[in-house]
């Protein structure tokens, strides 16, 4: 447990003296500042898993229509994972950690932990910007306990599907020790998923493209979230879990 403690601290030490993290934070800013600034409604309507989107642009009502806009949140936050992880995996640091008497049980767990905390607080600021900025440009508009509901079940629903995206990247990381293709396991699954389907027509391959979800989550008929829900945590649990089996074995 202490083992842990220790490396999520160092970790959480090193995102925040990292330029690249402080970067990213301010990217991210602009391009909320930039996306409230155009006022462009990038909500999405079809067919039978739609319902009609919100297109009012003060605060409350711009987090829903700038939930499409989350799925930046893939690339910010692909490279906190990467200086999080696979920094240590890529440039053979693991071997000396582990020789320093840190279990890999506890190595792992702690890194997934500590990108499931990056996360979840990219999410808290990503919305706090955009609820902040679009308030500033057009008033914070009226809060009701159902818009407030729908929100964090967007939320929610937004963050399970990009932990299965990135329990992917994890699974990649950890069989080649590669950041490389890791990071392309992220970016080009989506595409790979798409292929897939078009060429096979099977309808349950949609239940796997989770990047599309995280766009449309307040969209999803209940059937089709569902489908999705039981789809992303099945996926998060047979990857995360098979990695660190695999990850006990694994030679260094």
């Given at each position: 447990m202490k083992n842990a403690i220790n490396i999520i601290q160092a970790d959480f030490f090193r995102l925040i003296r990292s330029r690249a993290v402080w970067l990213t934070e301010a990217l991210m800013l602009l391009l909320v500042i930039w996306l409230n600034s155009i006022q462009e409604v990038g909500t999405m309507v079809g067919g039978g898993d739609a319902k009609n989107t919100i297109t009012s642009w003060d605060g409350i009502h711009s987090?829903?229509?700038?939930?499409?806009?989350?799925?930046?949140?893939?690339?910010?936050?692909?490279?906190?994972?990467?200086?999080?992880t696979g920094v240590d995996l890529s440039k053979s640091l693991l071997k000396n950690i582990v020789s320093s008497g840190i279990p890999r049980e506890s190595y792992f767990f702690s890194k997934y932990l500590v990108f499931n905390l990056i996360s979840l607080l990219h999410f808290v600021v990503y919305y706090a910007i955009v609820f902040i900025t679009?308030?500033?440009?057009?008033?914070?508009g009226i809060i009701t306990p159902d818009l407030l509901g729908r929100f964090f079940g967007t939320a929610a629903l937004q963050y399970l599907?990009?932990?299965?995206?990135?329990?992917?990247?994890?699974?990649?990381?950890?069989?080649?020790?590669?950041?490389?293709?890791?990071?392309?396991?992220?970016?080009?699954f989506p595409a790979i998923i798409n292929m897939i389907h078009l060429i096979t027509k099977a309808d349950w391959i949609s239940y796997l493209d989770y990047h599309d979800a995280l766009m449309i989550a307040q969209q999803l008929s209940q059937g089709k979230m569902m489908g999705l829900i039981f789809s992303a945590i099945a996926a998060i649990i047979l990857l995360i879990g098979g990695t660190s089996m695999y990850f006990q074995r694994k030679g260094l």
């Open positions: 987090i829903f229509n700038q939930s499409i806009s989350a799925e930046y949140l893939i690339y910010f936050l692909t490279v906190i994972f990467i200086l999080t679009a308030s500033l440009f057009n008033g914070v599907f990009l932990q299965a995206i990135f329990a992917i990247g994890f699974f990649v990381l950890y069989l080649t020790f590669s950041a490389v293709w890791s990071v392309l396991s992220i970016i080009l």
